[in-house]
C-alpha cells in the first residue's frame, strides 16, 4: 500500500450511511472504503439496545485491547432481546472540550468497532471521515480508529491544521490535543486525550494513518502543504455539488430563486495549482461517472471521490423505506435535492434532498419540538466568569438566546443530529410519543445514480457501483 493509491474513494457519508459493510465491500476490491466517523458513540450505543443482530458489534468489542472497558459498554447498553419501539433508547454521555471518561470510552469503542468490522478479513484500505465542526469528538474517535488499524483518516467542513500532529501524537503513544474554536474566548481552549491513562498497559503499538485533507480551494491546499507540521498527505477537493456540508461562496452571499448560494468561478479550485504542490489528490462532487472519473485522471488526480452512488446502494445504512423512496423519486425524475444555507446548525450550507414526510418537508419540520440531545453540532462559547457553555441554532430559540445567541441564527435550523440518525434506524422514541424523523443528505449530481438505475433498477450493490464507475471509457 505504499506506494499505491486507490482510485475511487467512497465517501464518508452522515451518521452511519457509509458503514462498515459498505466501506468493507469497497476495501475488499482495492479500493478505499471510508466508515463515517461522526456519532459511532451512539451507533454503538443505540446498536446494542436493538439487540445487536448478527453479533457484530460483541464480536468488535471482544477483540478490543482493553476488555474491562469493552464489557463496561456491553453491561450498560445491552439488551439481548432489543429495546422494543416505544422504549427511547438511552442516552449515551455527550462529548465537551474536558470530557467524561464515560464518555471518552463510548468514543473509543465506537470508532474501534466501525473500523474493525470494516478491516475484518481482508488487506483492502479502510478510512474513516471526520468534520473538523466536531472538534470536541476528534482526538477519542480518531484513538480509537488507530486502534483498530485504520488506514486512512480523512477530515472536511473547515481547516483541519491539527491533524497530522494529531495522528502523530497518538501513534507514538503521547497525548492527543486539539484546539476548540470557543466563541468570545479569552483564552485558549484545548480538547485532550491520553492514550496511556486511558488504556494503561493495555495500549498496543499503533501505526499512523495516512491524512487526507477535504478541500474547496487551492489556496487552502497551499496554506496546508507549506508547512511539514500542518501538512496532510494528500487531498480530496470537493466541489459545492457534493453531497452533505459544503464550503459556502467566496464572498458576500448571494442566494439563487430557490434560496440556494450561489457559486462562481471565485469557487473552483485550479487543479493544476494543486498538482504542483505535488502531493496526490482526488476529485469530489460531480466525478460520479466513467467519463469524469476518466477527466480527473487526466487532471492529474490519483482518482475521485463518490458519495451518492453509495450512499444508495444496498449496503449503506439507509433505511430501505428511504433508499425505495430516492429510487423513486430518482425514476421519476423529480427528486430536487437543494443547497440549504441554513440547514445546519454549523455555518456551512448542507445538501437536502426534496422527500415528504422528512424534515425537508416545512409541515414536518414545523411539527417537530426544538431541542438539542445528541449535541454534536452545537458551538462551546466561554461565559462571563471563563467557563465553557454550549449552545446549538437547532434548540429551542429562548434557551438559544439566553446563551448569547441571536434568535435570527435559528431560523430554518433543523437537528441534523436526530434527523442523521433516523435516515439510518437509530432515530429516537420520545416518551411524548414523537418518533426523530429524517433529513435525507446526497450529492446534486444525479447523472450517475440514474445511470445505475437504468440498468439496476431494483437498486445496486457497492460492487455493481464499482464495476460500472471502473468501466475504461473509449
Known amino acids: ?43 454503538l450505543s443505540r446498536g446494542l439496545q436493538d439487540g445487536d443482530p448478527g453479533r457484530h458489534l460483541r464480536r468488535a468489542l471482544a477483540a478490543f485491547p482493553d476488555p474491562e472497558m469493552a464489557s463496561r459498554a456491553v453491561s450498560r447498553y445491552f439488551i439481548p432481546a432489543g429495546r422494543t419501539p416505544e422504549t427511547p433508547y438511552r442516552p449515551n454521555p455527550t462529548l465537551t472540550v474536558t470530557p467524561t471518561r464515560a464518555a471518552l470510552e463510548l468514543a473509543v469503542l465506537g470508532n474501534f468497532v466501525h473500523v474493525w468490522l470494516a478491516k475484518e478479513g481482508h488487506d483492502g484500505p479502510v478510512g474513516i471521515n471526520f468534520l473538523e465542526k466536531i472538534q470536541m469528538a476528534t482526538p477519542s474517535a480518531a484513538l480509537g480508529a488507530m486502534l483498530a488499524g485504520v488506514d486512512y483518516v480523512l477530515m472536511g467542513a473547515g481547516i483541519p491544521r491539527e491533524i497530522p500532529q494529531l495522528l502523530t501524537d497518538l501513534a507514538a503513544g503521547r497525548p492527543g490535543r486539539l484546539t476548540v474554536e470557543v466563541h468570545d474566548a479569552t483564552r485558549t481552549h484545548t480538547t485532550t486525550i491520553e492514550p496511556a491513562a486511558l488504556l494503561g498497559a493495555h495500549l498496543p503499538a499503533l501505526n499512523r494513518p495516512r491524512f487526507l485533507a477535504i478541500v ?29 456540508h459544503s464550503a459556502p461562496p467566496r464572498g458576500p452571499l448571494t442566494l439563487d430563486e430557490a434560496g440556494q448560494p450561489v457559486y462562481s468561478a471565485r469557487d473552483d479550485a485550479n487543479l493544476g495549482a494543486i498538482a504542483k504542490l505535488g502531493l496526490p489528490f482526488w476529485l469530489a462532487g460531480g466525478y460520479g461517472t466513467p467519463e469524469r472519473l476518466t477527466d480527473a485522471l487526466a487532471a492529474g488526480a490519483a482518482g475521485v471521490q463518490c458519495g451518492t ?28 435535492v437543494r443547497n440549504d444555507p441554513r440547514a445546519s446548525p454549523t455555518a456551512f450550507p448542507f445538501k437536502v434532498a426534496a ?33 465553557v457553555g454550549y449552545r446549538c441554532a437547532a434548540e429551542p430559540v429562548d434557551a438559544y438566546v439566553r446563551k448569547g445567541g441571536t434568535a435570527t441564527a435559528t431560523e430554518g435550523r433543523k437537528c441534523l443530529c436526530n434527523a442523521l440518525t433516523a435516515n ?28 445505475l438505475l437504468e440498468s439496476h433498477p431494483h437498486g445496486w450493490t457497492a460492487t455493481e457501483a464499482l464495476d460500472w464507475l471502473l468501466t475504461p471509457v473509449p
Open 1 to 43: 500500500m505504499a506506494d499505491q493509491h486507490p482510485v475511487v474513494i467512497q465517501g464518508g457519508m452522515g451518521v452511519n450511511v457509509s458503514t462498515w459493510p459498505l466501506a468493507r465491500a469497497v476495501a475488499q476490491r482495492g479500493q478505499l472504503g471510508v466508515v463515517s466517523g461522526t456519532a459511532l458513540d451512539a451507533v
Open 216 to 244: 474547496s480551494l487551492h489556496s487552502l491546499a497551499g496554506y496546508l502543504a507549506r508547512d511539514e507540521a500542518i501538512r496532510p498527505d494528500g487531498f480530496v477537493v470537493e466541489g459545492p455539488i457534493a453531497g452533505g
Open 309 to 336: 452512488l453509495f450512499a444508495l446502494c444496498r449496503e449503506s445504512g439507509l433505511t430501505p423505506q428511504l433508499r425505495r423512496q430516492v429510487l423513486t423519486e430518482l425514476a421519476a425524475g423529480t427528486l430536487v
Open 355 to 387: 422527500l415528504p414526510g422528512t424534515l425537508s418537508d416545512e409541515k414536518t419540520y414545523a411539527a417537530r419540538p426544538r431541542l438539542c440531545d445528541l449535541s454534536y453540532l452545537r458551538e462551546p462559547f466561554e461565559r462571563a466568569d471563563g467557563s
Open 424 to 451: 439510518v434506524g437509530l432515530g429516537q422514541h420520545r416518551r411524548e410519543g414523537y418518533d426523530e424523523v429524517a433529513a435525507v443528505t446526497i450529492g446534486q449530481d444525479l447523472d450517475g445514480a440514474r445511470h
